[in-house]
């Protein structure tokens, strides 16, 4: 069809806008673009603080959470730069192509927090900011619903159990009475036996761990907090 664009002719128009880009910026496109990468830059802030407050891993890493803040913030940069024209698209998609990320992501839910910034970043840098402010509520609702029933279940502890004389066995199961419990393992050295007990506790109720340490069989408990994931 006559007036048409091809393909080609695209090509053609964005690398004569990419030589006149920077001939063409005003004060006004710089003020826009840096309203925009401020307000990255308080989206991924409030990322940062997020999960920080609903953190539930074991070990709390200070430099992958401010990552957060910025790889939003970079995101947001790379957005802005490409989106207006494609020859600047094809050499970012050519230069990140060959980039190689080693970091092992131990949590799968800071894997959700790195799609999280990277998605705010895009949003924000594409104009759509109504896109990361939906997406921010939508998280935070989903987040808190998740630590909440996380303080609220039961936690599990393994019991490490040093004892002499096979009475014992019979004392332990007695001590935790109608809790949930599984014998993981039992090693016998001779006389001397050791017993790994998987035990749910209600509220921190550890008023077995006493009895069982009372005992005058067993020469010493380990009891260890277990904090991996179960279906209840």
């Known amino acids: ?8 002719d695209i090509i053609k128009n964005s690398v ?3 030589g006149g880009y920077l001939q063409g910026v005003t004060w006004e496109s710089v003020l826009n673009t840096a309203g925009t990468i401020l307000l990255s830059l308080l989206m991924g802030l409030l990322i940062f603080w997020i999960y920080r407050k609903t953190y539930m891993g074991v070990v709390y890493s200070r430099a992958f959470a401010v990552s957060l803040a910025g790889m939003t913030v970079l995101t947001c940069s790379i957005i802005v730069t490409i ?11 050519g230069a990140l192509s060959i980039v190689r990320y080693r970091t092992a992501i131990k ?26 402010v939906l997406v921010f509520v939508v998280m935070l609702v989903l987040l808190l619903i998740i630590t909440r029933h996380k303080h609220k279940r039961d936690e599990m502890y393994i019991l490490l159990i040093h004892y002499n004389g096979d009475c014992v066995d019979r004392e332990v199961r007695r001590a935790l009475g109608t809790r949930p419990y ?26 077995f761990v006493d009895q069982i340490r009372n005992l005058e069989q067993v020469f010493d408990l380990t009891i260890v907090q277990y904090d991996g994931d179960y279906i209840d």
């Open 1 to 8: 069809m006559d007036g048409a664009l091809t393909f080609q």
């Open 107 to 132: 949590d799968p839910l800071d894997l959700l927090y790195l799609f999280w910034t990277v998605a705010t970043g895009i949003a924000i840098g594409a104009g759509m900011f109504y896109i990361s």
């Open 83 to 93: 989106q207006s024209n494609i020859v600047l698209s094809l050499g970012m998609v």
């Open 182 to 207: 599984q014998i993981k393992s039992k090693t016998m050295r001779k006389q001397d036996m050791e017993m790994a007990v998987e035990v749910r506790v209600h509220k921190g109720d550890l008023s």
């Open 16 to 18: 004569l806008e990419a």
